[in-house]
């Protein structure tokens, strides 16, 4: 996967927070424990985004290299779990970009929680 890659969350992801900040992602019904930092990294992919554009905006100005290291593995992490999927072969963009808002994930993840 190149930095150039566009990808956006999958259209059928669960979140879901397993105590503290033990994140698990649930995509094509695997669930696999995730970074503390997805659900930054998720927000980032809600619409397409290329790697390279969503770590630079996700480090923001001045940030270490171990920011660097640790986001992209968490954005590699998730796109192993099924979680961030290539853009050109997602679905509908009106559909996905209401279910992945930020919003509607953080109501589906306290929602799992109860």
Avoid: I
Avoid at 8 to 28: F, I, N, Y
Avoid at 38 to 49: E, K, M, N, T, W
Avoid at 68 to 93: F, I
């Amino acid at each position: 996967m190149g930095g150039a890659a566009l990808l956006q969350c999958a259209p059928d992801l669960e979140l879901r927070l397993v105590s503290g900040t033990d994140v698990r992602v649930t995509s094509r019904g695997v669930s696999t424990p995730v970074s503390h930092l997805a659900l930054r990294v998720l927000d980032a992919f809600r619409h397409p985004s290329s790697v390279n554009d969503a770590v630079a905006r996700l480090r923001g100005d001045g940030a270490q290299a171990e920011a660097w290291v640790e986001l992209t593995g968490c954005v590699l992490a998730l796109r192993a779990a099924g979680a961030l999927v290539d853009a050109a072969t997602s679905r509908s963009e009106e559909h996905t970009s209401e279910l992945q808002s930020l919003a509607y994930l953080v109501c589906r993840l306290l929602l799992e929680k109860k």
